[in-house]
């Protein structure tokens, strides 16, 4: 027998011992499950690279978020899939109070006041170009690009948005959408800004749901440089200063050294976005047989936690529920 004074594996012998030990729990408290909406009713189309996820019809959506509700989701993020003849250059479409997505949002309110909606603030489902900024000249515009993120965000607050989720990543567009919402009186409106915003390859699901791909180009002029960490801290910086309630990373998995990094020098709400790509990765493998789907679902949900962040946007959130029950 060795003389060893510590033997942490006293603390692993059984499992009521490791849930006193544990360090970090996921629990549906933590997420945010992102949901898509389509024109029309009675529709439901699943998205071929997102095995149970689906596009809902604004009728059927209201069902979809019941049944999340009664499962202990509260939080929802929408992103609308808007048909080709309602886009153009400027996204009017994204600040039409009589649109789609406003329309949908005052009756989800409606129906379930206590569901939490956070929405998505960017031109690129609007746009002709499939850009998140104005383009012109072949060129994303920034400063341009506020004044109709702001009319975007004034009309989802008024449709009864909780949570305003910019996802655009110009520059200054945290300030300027706080001022324009304290401005006409929506100062309980919340800010989760896309703080560090990569421009990454594991969208390419979610652009399809959307159909929002750039027509021309890449995002890399204004999404970050996936090579830099350091450069979240100046982005994180400047959206805390401009009135940010919650710091995003997106995306999640492969960024966890970014999650820790704000969450160690910020003080705010570190939230996270377990992508499409991340997701599709998961459901190819476990259809093939290569890796228990569920076991690593739950771990890649709790190596975001554990990095920091408190809030996860994730396409696991309902089947994690469901799991959990």
């Known amino acids: 027998m060795y003389n060893l004074p510590q033997r942490p594996r006293r603390n692993r012998k059984s499992q009521a011992i490791r849930n006193l030990t544990q360090e970090n729990w996921v629990t549906t408290n933590d997420l945010i499950f992102p949901l898509f909406l389509t024109e029309g009713k009675n529709k439901k189309s699943e998205i071929a690279s997102m095995p149970n996820i689906y596009r809902y019809s604004g009728d059927l959506l209201l069902k979809e978020i019941e049944s999340c509700l009664k499962l202990g989701l509260t939080t929802f993020c929408l992103f609308p899939s808007i048909s080709n003849v309602l886009?153009?250059?400027?996204?009017?479409?994204?600040?039409?109070?009589?649109?789609?997505?406003?329309?949908?949002?005052?009756?989800?309110?409606?129906?379930?006041?206590?569901?939490?909606?956070?929405?998505?603030?960017?031109m690129d489902p609007y746009s002709s170009d499939g850009h998140d900024g104005l383009v012109k000249n072949n060129k994303i515009v920034n400063d341009e690009t506020l004044d109709i993120l702001c009319k975007m965000a004034l009309t989802?607050?008024?449709?009864?948005?909780?949570?305003?989720?910019?996802?655009?990543?110009?520059?200054?567009?945290?300030?300027?959408?706080?001022?324009?919402?304290?401005?006409?009186?929506?100062?309980?409106?919340?800010?989760?800004?896309?703080?560090?915003?990569?421009?990454?390859?594991?969208?390419?699901?979610?652009?399809?749901?959307?159909?929002?791909?750039?027509?021309?180009?890449?995002?890399?002029?204004?999404?970050?440089?996936?090579?830099?960490?350091?450069?979240?801290?100046?982005e994180a910086?400047?959206?805390?200063?401009?009135?940010?309630?919650?710091?995003?990373?997106?995306?999640?998995?492969?960024?966890?050294?970014?999650?820790?990094?704000?969450?160690?020098?910020?003080?705010?709400?570190?939230?996270?976005?377990?992508?499409?790509?991340?997701?599709?990765?998961?459901?190819?493998?476990?259809?093939?047989?290569?890796?228990?789907?569920?076991?690593?679902?739950?771990?890649?949900?709790?190596?975001?936690?554990?990095?920091?962040?408190s809030a996860i946007l994730t396409y696991f959130a309902k089947e994690f529920a469901v799991s959990k029950k």
């Open 156 to 234: 989802q607050a008024e449709a009864g948005a909780d949570i305003i989720g910019p996802s655009d990543m110009m520059d200054g567009r945290v300030g300027a959408i706080r001022d324009a919402l304290d401005e006409n009186n929506f100062t309980d409106v919340s800010i989760m800004s896309y703080t560090a915003k990569y421009a990454s390859a594991f969208y390419g699901p979610f652009r399809d749901a959307l159909d929002s791909a750039p027509k021309f180009g890449d995002k890399k002029t204004y999404q970050m440089n996936p090579a830099n960490s350091k450069e979240a801290l100046l």
């Open 237 to 309: 910086d400047l959206d805390a200063s401009e009135g940010a309630d919650f710091l995003m990373v997106k995306p999640a998995l492969s960024y966890l050294d970014v999650i820790k990094l704000l969450n160690d020098n910020f003080t705010l709400p570190i939230a996270a976005y377990n992508v499409s790509g991340e997701y599709a990765m998961v459901k190819a493998a476990s259809a093939k047989g290569w890796i228990d789907g569920e076991r690593v679902r739950d771990e890649i949900l709790l190596s975001i936690k554990r990095a920091g962040a």
């Open 87 to 122: 886009k153009d250059k400027k996204a009017s479409e994204g600040f039409n109070k009589k649109g789609l997505y406003p329309s949908a949002i005052k009756e989800i309110k409606k129906q379930f006041p206590e569901a939490v909606i956070m929405t998505d603030v960017a």
